[in-house]
């Protein structure tokens, strides 16, 4: 059973910054890629930044220049650093893991206050 594990969630006020980590429990290069997502209630989960095992990485434009998505292979974590946060980027967000199936993390609120 894969397991995703979020943390890092939180209050911030606009401008500020946040780290997202997700834990995997076994070797992040099990899967073809991971990434972030989110999602606001009512409305359908969008992809906000995705990195593959060759180190590809993908931004949503809506956070290009403001994220960055990393990875710690030896911890088997992948963080997105969150910079210059905006009311918009509230949601919550999503760990997610590509291998021969999708495997999702149980999500962590980004509250971002104006």
């Known amino acids: 059973q894969v397991q995703l594990v979020e943390s890092g969630g939180g209050l911030v006020q606009a401008g500020g910054s946040l780290r997202l980590s997700c834990a995997a429990s076994?070797?992040?290069?099990?899967?073809?890629?991971m990434g972030w997502y989110r999602q606001a209630p009512g409305k359908q989960r969008e992809l906000v930044a995705s990195?593959?095992?060759?180190?590809?990485?993908n931004y949503a434009d809506s956070v290009k220049g403001r994220f960055t998505i990393s990875r710690d292979n030896a911890k088997n974590t992948v963080y997105l650093q969150m910079n210059s946060l905006k009311p918009e980027d509230t949601r919550v967000y999503y760990c997610?893991?590509?291998?021969?199936?999708?495997?999702w993390g149980q999500g962590t609120q980004v509250t971002v206050s104006s």
């Open positions: 997610n893991a590509y291998g021969a199936i999708a495997y």
């Open positions: 076994l070797s992040i290069f099990s899967f073809n890629s």
């Open positions: 990195i593959t095992r060759g180190g590809n990485t």
